[in-house]
Every structure is written in C-alpha cells, then in structure tokens.
C-alpha cells in the first residue's frame, strides 16, 4: 500500500513540474512571437475561428432557449452639438450610468433626496426623471 501511495505522488509531482515546464516554454514563445499558439486549431478544423466570431452568448437571465434573430440594431449616435441641461437648483451630480441609447445621472441636494435625470444619448432630450425621497 505505502509503495503506492509513494508512486503516486512521485508520479503527480512530475507531472506538475512537466506543467510547469510548458508553462515557462509558452510563455518564451509567447513573448518572441505573439501569435504562438500551442495547439493551432485552424489545421485541424479550417475555418473554426471564424465561426467562434460569429457565436452570441445569451446574456443571464435571458429565459428564452431560441435565439433573437430580429434584434434592432442601436441607431448610430449623431451629433446634436452644444446643449444645456438644467439641473434642478440646490442639487449636484453625484454619479452616472450611460447604456446604448441613455444616460442617466443621479442628483442629490443637502436633505439628502436623490433624483434621477435619464436622457436620451442620441439626441439629448430629457426623457423623464425620478425624485426618491425617504419613506415616513
């Protein structure tokens, strides 16, 4: 039993010194020639690397299995050059959130109420706001 087990960690300790020989030779290669690859996929299978281009993960929490094929693209952002934008008096921005076709900022005043402004990033307009104040 004891010759075994003695076996056995000889035979894992080489395997993770031949693991961490491979890991130093990649990463010479590496650093000589950015494009080394250990194993070159696209010999084996032509083609393959484009293909992974192409795959769409699904977001989490997406619950639907079929793929969305009528996904409107975003509207390409145009220019609406120099705007104001009032912000109420007494309050400042204190943080912002932006995604593909709005921002939006939250403001806060001394009392401590937040608002949140959201606008669209395409044109500029304001689309709506939100004025949070603590339950009573």
Known sequence: MRTVLVSIVIGMGLLIVLGLVALVYGLIQKADNPDFKFFDLSKNAPGIEEAIKDVEVPLVGNKSSQPQTNVAAPAPVKAFGDMRLEIPQGYKVVETDLDSQRLVLRLINDAGIN?????????????????????Q
Do not use: Q
């Open 115 to 135: 608002k949140l402004m959201v606008l669209d990033i395409n044109t500029g307009a304001k689309l709506g706001g939100l004025s949070l104040h603590p339950a």
